[in-house]
């Protein structure tokens, strides 16, 4: 038996730029529910956990004012529209730390909150990475750093690492015992 899908009535677009597209969208449940739900939908974000031979992560501490805290997280930003994932991952890792990831594999992909908001993420496993002369972005990091996995978990409990993709990411790393 094929389970019965919501019913969509109409999206209502309430503001659009590059980075977001938030919407209503008037839903009706299987029991005749029917309610409006609002709907975020953003570009697609690649993220990369680079490792290198001494199984340390690559992190950033950043400040992320949304939430007015200092985080742990591992380099990446939104894809360019028909760049490639892989190499906008590799790209991001570059500007925002100066390193040059050596390799790039596909570790997974989620979406954050299937519930509001429509924004796929993927998360690179890079192994290894060089030092560029490019000076990582300012606005991007106050402090890159090289640490340990087992370090880079145990902040997670700390508090220090709170970004999905970045919990995720080493999660899913520690899961292929990268």
């Not at 760049?83 to 991952?89: P, Q, R, S, T």
């Not at 996995?149 to 080493?170: N, P, Y």
């Amino acid at each position: 038996m094929k389970p019965t899908q919501w019913k969509i009535h109409g999206e209502h677009l309430i503001d659009e730029n590059r980075h977001i597209r938030l919407s209503t969208v008037d839903v009706e449940l299987p029991d005749g529910v029917k309610f409006t739900q609002y709907v975020a939908r953003m570009p697609r974000c690649a993220m990369t956990l680079v490792l290198n031979e001494n199984r340390e992560a690559l992190l950033m501490y950043r400040h992320r004012f949304i939430i007015d805290k200092w985080v742990w997280e591992l380099p990446g930003g939104y894809v360019d529209h028909a760049e490639d994932v892989a190499a906008a991952a590799a790209r991001e890792v570059e500007e925002e730390t100066g390193w040059r990831p050596r390799s790039m594999e596909h570790l997974v992909t989620y979406q954050p909150s299937i519930g509001s908001l429509d924004q796929p993420q993927e998360i690179y496993l890079a192994r290894g990475a060089d030092l560029t002369d490019t000076a990582p972005d300012v606005n991007e990091a106050e402090e890159i750093r090289w640490v340990p996995l087992d370090a880079a978990v145990a902040m997670i409990d700390s508090g220090e690492i709170i970004g999905a993709a970045t919990v995720v990411g080493l999660y899913r790393a520690l899961s292929l015992d990268a």
